[in-house]
């Protein structure tokens, strides 16, 4: 492997991190170990743009997609455009495989550089490609880019995972000039595809996050999808989105492939459509982020994901799904608890006695994991409201006069494990870290404070910032009996200055501080490895596979009213598997209760009520539901879904999970609008086995599921379907089938 290639001997297989720098000594040559192409022995090194003629052609394969290269007589690099057949075409400037801007590429290129002398122009020429089996499956190909007239290099890099389908994409950027070069752009990708290219992507705010997904034929132009909010990757929207060959996606066929990229900063998606062809490029938002790279260093871009389906959006999504458990998110394939927040219940107003009170009824109803929310911290300043205490994180002597560890011994002594809450990159003003770290925080000089939530992002590029924000994790999450955390992050940069970087590299804000939060979830994560983490980010500020990495699951949005969450569960399960979504029972939109729960049930399951508070009724629908889901949740958090009918503006949605082995699935129906009960046809089941049909959790009161108790065949139930119980708006009907002896 070559020897600035990221380690890939970490959890998972996403280049680690994301991004970053790394101070080794750059490579400017094909000094590169494992096999290089006999190509490279072909192609003149340095010289004039115009090398020896080439014709040589080599190909990124999984088992269902292939991307084609050829090196030109030009000596640059060149792909065909995806969409396209190869045969009849010869390779042209629109189809360079990394365009460069200022050597006479004209449209949105991949690059774009000031070298050390104030060129403003690269151009690239093929090097080599190297390939390496990292391990059965698992394919690493990197193409190495070098400028004739500069010891310039990139490589391209592709981790292909074959029988996925998936392809983790970055590039690595390095130099040997005589001072520093600006990066102006830095794409992680930039394929080409034909121009027949629908678009999906899923545009939202906060409370609204995924609940309106597009899809548009490109046209020529460029359409951004971007966000430049720095220290997440969006508020009003996600970086992923679905490109479509030949028209708008189908759940079940056609040509899709799913990008999404691996970054919580701010990023750019530039589909560039210039009558010819479409170009996507992908990465970091180039916005106000110019980045000095020093001689020797090496830039690594995020990792864009590529999940590519012949068979439509829902085979994209079960491979997306799998890859995720596998490399994506921490414990893929360990089930996750039911939890109870108190952030209902109480807000900020408990002390230890309230918090000891909610155990019994907690552990009453079948939760298993109880998450204290914020307010247990700030004593000159306490955490009583959210105006003040924020980066003073000692627990409040007044109401936990013992601290923490007495209150997560007493939840464990129930039976319950123990959460916290922490929101290490935030101080309130009315803060003691305030009033000594002033210049702690991002800030723009000479401009009035702008707060979001009356709070302040600490700059986490500041050693001394790095070393308190671990300080307040480790010794939190250190205390004897805490098991997991909600790591929130409340607020986004609006005036990105710090007075760390100096004038010269303020626009490294950006990207640094990305670069050291990874650090930090890194090492919380490698310290606490048994430790369950939620990201939390003013909803979904942080549903992205960057941060995932180091995390269990994410928040998909402050909205917690089970109809909303209905659409986004359905959209971002395009991207995201079931157990990596907090799903929580609240009394958000006033719904019934088994509706809450039943909506709640299809994503990883949790609970923010005030169970003393709650009517007998509902506590026995949310204490059924509990009990029905601790048997389903292997199906929903590990199993494969199949989205049957979509919620957007219809009367009811559904969908279903099957569990790996095809023995049991969990078919979820909610209607929206009264309409009439028409049967369900679930999909994924064994055509030629029994199941039997048990409604679970059935709501109180209604006549139970015409086909209860029967055993019918796997080809019967989804040609036929299951008629649910359920045809008034907000109702629900959750069925199990299970293989029959
Ligand atoms: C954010 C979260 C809430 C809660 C509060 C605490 O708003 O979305 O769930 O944790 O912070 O202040």
Redesign the pocket.
């Known amino acids: 492997m070559g020897s600035f290639f990221s380690d890939n001997g970490d959890r998972n297989s996403l280049s680690s991190p994301p991004m970053k720098l790394r101070l080794v000594v750059c490579v400017l040559s094909l000094a590169l170990s494992g096999v290089v192409s006999s190509l490279a022995a072909d192609v003149m090194k340095g010289g004039p743009a115009k090398a020896a003629p080439l014709h040589k052609t080599f190909s990124l394969k999984t088992a269902s997609f292939t991307l084609d290269f050829e090196v030109g007589d030009d000596g640059r690099l060149y792909q065909t455009p995806i969409g396209v057949t190869s045969a009849d075409r010869k390779p042209q400037r629109i189809d360079e495989a990394y365009p460069q801007a200022g050597d006479g590429y004209i449209y949105e290129p991949a690059i774009q550089v000031v070298h050390a002398d104030g060129n403003t122009s690269t151009a690239l020429l093929f090097e080599g490609v190297t390939r390496t089996n990292e391990a059965d499956g698992r394919e690493l190909m990197r193409i190495q880019l070098r400028d004739p007239a500069y010891p310039f290099e990139v490589a391209l890099c592709f981790r292909a995972q074959r029988d996925r389908d998936v392809v983790e994409q970055w590039t690595e950027i390095c130099h040997q000039e005589s001072g520093p070069v600006t990066l102006e752009r830095m794409a992680s990708a930039s394929p080409a595809f034909s121009t027949n290219i629908f678009l999906t992507h899923f545009a939202g705010d906060w409370a609204k996050e995924m609940l309106s997904p597009i899809t548009e034929q490109l046209t020529p132009g460029t359409k951004v999808l971007d966000s430049k909010i720095g220290m997440r990757a969006h508020q009003f929207g996600n970086p992923s989105f679905v490109l479509s060959l030949c028209g708008p996606p189908t759940e079940n066929s056609g040509q899709v492939l799913a990008g999404s990229l691996a970054w919580s900063g701010s990023f750019a998606l530039a589909f560039d459509h210039n009558g010819q062809r479409v170009r996507a490029l992908c990465g970091v938002n180039p916005y106000a982020s110019a980045y000095h790279l020093k001689p020797g260093e090496t830039f690594v871009t995020p990792t864009m994901i590529w999940v590519w389906s012949g068979n439509g959006l829902g085979e994209m999504s079960r491979k997306f799904h799998a890859w995720a458990r596998d490399f994506g998110i921490r414990d893929g394939h360990k089930t996750r608890s039911v939890l109870l927040?108190n952030?209902e219940a109480t807000g900020f107003d408990f002390d230890f006695n309230r918090i000891v009170s909610l155990y019994d009824p907690a552990k009453e109803i079948g939760t298993e994991l109880f998450l204290l929310?914020?307010?247990w911290f700030g004593n000159k300043y306490p955490r009583v409201n959210?105006h003040a205490g924020l980066g003073d994180w000692e627990p409040n002597r007044q109401r936990l006069p013992q601290g923490l560890a007495p209150l997560a011994a007493e939840a464990n002594k129930h039976g319950l494990q123990f959460g916290i809450?922490i929101?290490p990159e935030m101080v309130n003003p009315k803060s003691e870290l305030f009033d000594k770290h002033p210049d702690w925080v991002i800030r723009q000089p000479k401009r009035e404070l702008e707060l979001q939530?009356n709070q302040l992002t600490l700059d986490l590029t500041r050693p001394e910032v790095q070393t308190f924000e671990w300080q307040v994790i480790s010794s939190t999450l250190g205390v004897p009996g805490i098991s997991y955390a909600?790591w929130?992050c409340?607020r986004y940069l609006t005036q990105p200055g710090s007075s760390w970087l100096g004038p010269d590299r303020q626009s490294h804000l950006w990207i640094d501080y990305v670069h050291a939060l990874y650090a930090l979830m890194d090492k919380t994560a490698k310290a606490f490895p048994d430790t369950e983490l939620m990201l939390?980010s003013?909803?979904g500020g942080r549903a992205d596979y960057g941060a995932l990495r180091y995390f269990h699951e994410f928040?998909p949005s402050?909205n917690t009213d089970p109809v909303a969450r209905v659409a986004m569960q359905w959209d971002y399960s395009y991207f995201f598997p079931s157990m990596a979504l907090a799903g929580h029972v609240t009394h958000w939109g006033k719904r019934p209760m088994h509706f809450a729960c039943s909506v709640a049930m299809s994503a990883r399951f949790g609970m923010?009520l005030d169970l003393v508070k709650l009517s007998a009724g509902d506590k026995a629908i949310c204490a059924g539901a509990i009990s029905a889901y601790k048997k389903i949740r292997d199906v929903t958090q590990l199993g494969d879904v199949y989205r049957l009918e979509p919620p957007h503006d219809a009367a009811r949605g559904a969908l279903n999970y099957v569990s790996p082995d095809r023995t049991r699935a969990v078919v979820f129906v909610f209607q929206l609008k009264d309409a009439e009960a028409l049967p369900v046809h679930p999909q994924g089941l064994d055509p030629a086995k029994h199941y039997s049909v048990h409604e679970l959790n059935p709501a109180p009161g209604r006549a139970a599921l015409p086909q209860e108790g029967n055993a019918l065949t796997g080809a019967e139930l989804m040609q036929d379907g299951i008629v649910p119980c359920c045809a008034k708006a907000v109702e629900a009907c959750v069925v199990e089938l299970a293989l029959t002896p």
């Open positions: 927040n952030w929310d914020d307010g959210d809450w929101e939530r909600k929130d409340n939390c003013g909803g928040w402050d923010d």
